[in-house]
């Protein structure tokens, strides 16, 4: 039953993840937001959803240890759906890889904006658990902050950055049209748009909590650590929101929407950390354990390796991803087994 529950909750969060991207499109385009705005606000927020569900049902029972380590254990493998996005995302053959087809620099100020947030989280887990006024500590202030002048300089960047074609590949040809077929001739409103995202976000809301729920329970049946389960499946399964709606976005032809998702819901997760405050009453970065501040270190490192490679564009295709995404997953997949000897 709980196997059943996981599997309809993830069915539910691909089609939801689907309809997300497609409204963002619109809204991006109603509302000149841009693409990399646009996925850095809400294409972010709302595939963040079940982690907020989570943090805040942590929070609200006194649970401050799972909801650091659901916000911070997520943003590492939500970086390693960027090279998931790499290698499945684009199936004509010879296609370069994703960075080198996604020439934006303001993707690059998205993913700095991820590394500063994630040095004030590893700053605030040292600073004493006291140090707090009115249930708000400077550390949340401080990240919350960071995430609001990370907005105003992508937006920035989107204006006045010098990029040829206004983030197109210098060398590529026109950004691809989708087909105008089918739903894609009909003109949505603004309203049924706006419809269409909350009622997506909506289902990725509840299914997101159930999923967690489900896994959870699991977990424990067949003996996984909390952390290891957080880190791995939990973090994976959370994680399906950004595969989907990157996916979707790729087959639209926005390579630079997939990878703002994913930054841009790695920066807001830490602003999650106000919240618990707010709810919990305690202090929460403070109560990171060594295993969330390792996997914290972990994310900055790859998140510093899709900015170069986004700076670079690597053209060569290894394992049907680019050098940047191969990196990332060795990288990853030497942390999980150091976080094997943390968990001892």
Known sequence: MLVLVFVVSGAVIWFAGIQLSKSTDRLDKR???????????????????????????AAAS???????????????????????????????????????RAASLTLVVEALT?????????AGTQLPKTLDLFRVTPQALL??????????????????????RDGAAPDA??????PQTGERKQQHSLAATVGIFLGAAGATLVAGFFLEQSGDAASSQIGLSGILFGATVLALATSLPEISTGLQ???????????????????FLPVLFLIAGL?????????????????????????AVYAFGLLFRPKR???????????????????IGGLFAISR
Do not use: C
Request: hydrophobic share 55%; glycine share 12%.
């Open 62 to 100: 006194g649970a401050v240890g799972i909801a650091v380590g659901n916000i911070l254990g997520g943003i590492a493998i939500q970086t390693v759906v960027i090279a998931v996005l790499d290698r499945f995302g684009k199936r004509e053959k010879g296609a370069p890889p994703l960075t080198y």
């Open 317 to 335: 295709r290894v394992l049907g991803m680019g050098i940047d995404s191969i990196a990332v997953v060795i990288l990853y997949l030497i942390g």
């Open 279 to 303: 709810i919990s009453g305690q202090a929460v970065l403070p109560q990171a354990g060594s295993a969330d501040i390792y996997l914290t270190a972990i994310a900055a490192l790859l998140t």
């Open 114 to 122: 991820v590394v500063a947030i994630l040095a004030l989280v590893v």
């Open 31 to 57: 509302l000149h937001l841009g693409s990399a705005l646009g996925g850095l606000i809400l294409l972010a927020i709302a595939t963040n959803l079940p982690e907020i569900a989570i943090t805040v049902t």
């Open 173 to 178: 040809g026109p950004p691809k049209q989708a």
């Open 249 to 267: 976005s790729m087959r639209q032809g926005d390579e630079s929407l997939a990878i703002s998702d994913i930054f841009g819901g790695n920066a």
């Open 143 to 164: 990240i919350v902050a960071a995430w609001v002048l990370g907005l105003l300089l992508v937006r920035q960047a989107g204006r006045h950055l010098p990029w040829d």
